[in-house]
């Protein structure tokens, strides 16, 4: 009922930058949040960034002056601006979505990942 469509990852040095785009689409009623989470081998999901239907972004920590959550409400999409990038932040970036669905109520929507890969 809903897709989460995600690109703009690829092969970076430490230092580069990447930018993520996710877009949505189907039954969608009304998106309240969408965002980007990441998971590394071996590792736990986490957050990366979120932000609300009315602008309030949150941004984990370890990316706080590095990554740049932003939002294009017409065209139902996301962007992550990743600006020197490490090699720490080597992850699968799944873009995640809380949406009103019509017909089927408010779900957790996630894509099916993009890889990002910081080395030199």
């Known amino acids: 009922q809903v897709q989460l469509v995600e690109s703009g990852g690829g092969l970076v040095q430490p230092g580069g930058s990447l930018r993520l785009s996710c877009a949505a689409s189907?039954?969608?009623?009304?998106?309240?949040?969408m965002g980007w989470y990441r998971q590394a081998p071996g590792k736990q999901r986490e957050l990366v960034a979120l932000i609300t239907n009315t602008g309030s972004t949150n941004y984990a920590d370890s990316v706080k002056g590095r990554f740049t959550i932003s939002r294009d409400s017409t065209k139902n999409t996301v962007y992550l601006q990743m600006n020197n990038l490490k090699p720490e932040d080597t992850a699968v970036y799944y873009c995640?979505?809380?949406?009103?669905?019509?017909?089927?109520?408010?779900?957790?929507?996630w894509g099916q990942g993009t890889q990002v890969t910081v080395s030199s």
């Open positions: 995640y979505a809380d949406i009103y669905v019509l017909a089927a109520g408010r779900n957790d929507c």
């Open positions: 189907g039954n969608i009623f009304v998106i309240y949040r």
